[in-house]
């Protein structure tokens, strides 16, 4: 039951906006991607408005970060392709149980402060007694990121695809290159799951789990999500990634 | 100028420099650069949460730098684990990059930044700042520029830049002046000006011109660093 709710995850990840960054989207204006370093000219023009990653100084919109930057009509922007993942609300992420307390899990998401994932917040009732059996620690979980606060993350279990990560394994790969591994409304990892019938849930910290028939098909899932987010110059990766799997049979 | 510097350089010209972006894999940013004999190493985590708690800062992130020699990087051993000196360069490095760093971004947390020199040989604080600006620009932390850095110095009365060890030790004439700079690559401000021996105040504005025309260079081999990291595909981790 929980397998064929977790499938639809990504999907419902991409509609509820989760997928802002670069994806392989291809608009009818014209974009332009290069590589820039903090204090660059991107472009100039008082027509231009700066968005993340850029700021105006005078004629010029100037990048604020190291990334690829995109110039899509006016507005300009910067994409990070390198970082640790900074939480946001709303996020999925994937994390390891490591510590029981008596309230609560304490998750560790790889990021910046620990989440704590509170008892209310499973989606069904389990006592105090029972907490180990549900989640134990060193399991692996996927938990939609609920509040941040100054103290720490709260997390949610309650919400679709989201749960305890039996089998397969997890890797990581650079957060910033989670949006492209999702692709344009889960085009690439729907992509990816059909070609290789693998289960793959992706956290937006970076984390991916995988679960597959065998272990063949599993390694293969992985390798093509390591291409996808090695290959950040590539535009339109989604088609190519069709020959990529002939290519790599 | 019939002026001549122990290895043959000109009065404003720099030694051979090595940068390279994404040299550790577990750091979130990474890079190493070398004015040559001259090696750092530079590797940042985070923002990631600080401990312990009472130095938190609700306002901001905390740009911590820790800079050291490892005991190779001399000829004579030195005894590992910071010192006097490596404090105060830690220091004098965090105040020289944290201009360009939004900070306020991550309230509450730490930068870590990593620096040690894999191998000596004079201005090891401008080698180990360039590296470092390099490493959080990698590290996708939000800056307003590069920070580029370069030692000025002065050996008897001749101005020079980047000075080796060897003209760092002259004691001939008016001896030797190291004067370690670092400049915000696309404007004018200087982030870092620590001066050893003596100059005159008439000359310091030849000096800061001298060091604004060499940062351009450094700025350019960092800029290439990280570009190749993009282009020639640095693994997804």
Redesign the interface.
């Known amino acids: 039951m929980r397998k064929n709710i977790r499938q639809e995850y990504n999907e419902e990840d991409s509609e509820t906006g989760n997928n802002e960054g670069f994806d392989d989207s291809q608009d009818a204006v014209s974009v332009k991607r290069t590589i820039v370093v903090p204090g660059e000219v991107i472009i100039s023009g008082e027509d231009y408005l700066p968005g993340e990653g850029a700021r105006r100084s005078g004629e010029n919109v100037i990048a604020s970060r190291f990334g690829l930057s995109e110039v899509a009509g006016r507005a300009v922007k910067v994409i990070p392709l390198f970082g640790a993942y900074v939480p946001r609300r709303g996020n999925v992420v994937i994390g390891r149980v490591s510590d029981i307390t008596f309230y609560g899990w304490m998750i560790n998401i790889d990021s910046a402060s620990s989440g704590f994932l509170p008892i209310e917040e499973s989606p069904r009732f389990i006592s105090k007694e029972e907490m180990d059996q549900y989640l134990a620690i060193g399991e692996v979980v996927a938990a939609k990121i609920w509040s941040i606060k100054t103290k720490g993350i709260d997390l949610s279990l309650k919400g679709k695809g989201l749960g305890k990560l039996e089998g397969g394994f997890v890797f990581k790969v650079i957060p910033a290159r989670v949006p492209r591994i999702i692709g344009k409304e889960g085009s690439m990892v729907n992509l990816i799951k059909e070609k290789t019938g693998c289960n793959i849930t992706i956290g937006q910290n970076g984390w991916i789990w995988i679960k597959g028939p065998d272990m063949d098909s599993e390694i293969k899932a992985r390798k093509a999500i390591e291409h996808v987010a090695d290959q950040v110059m590539v535009e339109g990766l989604t088609d190519k990634m069709e020959s990529w799997f002939q290519e790599n049979k | 100028m019939a002026f001549k510097r122990v290895d043959g350089r000109k009065f404003n010209e720099l030694r051979p420099i090595t940068a390279k972006v994404g040299v550790i894999p577990n750091a979130?940013?990474s890079a190493i650069f070398a004015f040559g004999d001259n090696i750092a190493i530079a590797a940042v985590?985070?923002?990631?949460?600080l401990h312990p708690q009472h130095m938190q800062d609700?306002k901001k992130a905390y740009l911590r730098v820790n800079y050291d020699l490892l005991s190779f990087s001399v000829s004579d051993r030195k005894r590992p684990g910071p010192n006097r000196r490596a404090q105060e360069i830690s220091k004098a490095t965090e105040w020289a990059l944290s201009p360009?760093i939004?900070l306020s971004l991550?309230?509450?947390?730490v930068i870590d930044v990593q620096i040690y020199i894999l191998q000596a040989d004079a201005g090891t604080r401008t080698a180990g700042i360039n590296a470092a600006s390099m490493a959080l620009?990698?590290?996708?932390?939000?800056?307003?520029?590069?920070i580029c850095s370069v030692a000025a110095g002065k050996q008897d009365k001749e101005l020079i830049l980047d000075l080796s060890k060897e003209e760092e030790d002259f004691e001939e004439g008016e001896g030797a002046t190291d004067f370690a700079m670092a400049k915000?690559?696309?404007s004018d401000e200087f982030t870092l000006l620590q001066l050893d021996g003596k100059i005159p105040p008439e000359r310091v504005k030849e000096v800061l011109s001298l060091v604004a025309d060499s940062a351009k260079e450094i700025y350019e081999a960092?800029?290439k660093a990280?570009?190749e990291v993009?282009?020639h595909?640095n693994?997804?981790?």
């Open positions: 979130d940013g985590y985070g923002p990631r949460q609700p360009v939004d991550f309230p509450g947390n620009a990698h590290a996708g932390i939000p800056m307003r520029d590069l915000v690559a696309n960092q800029k990280l570009k993009v282009t595909g693994g997804s981790n």
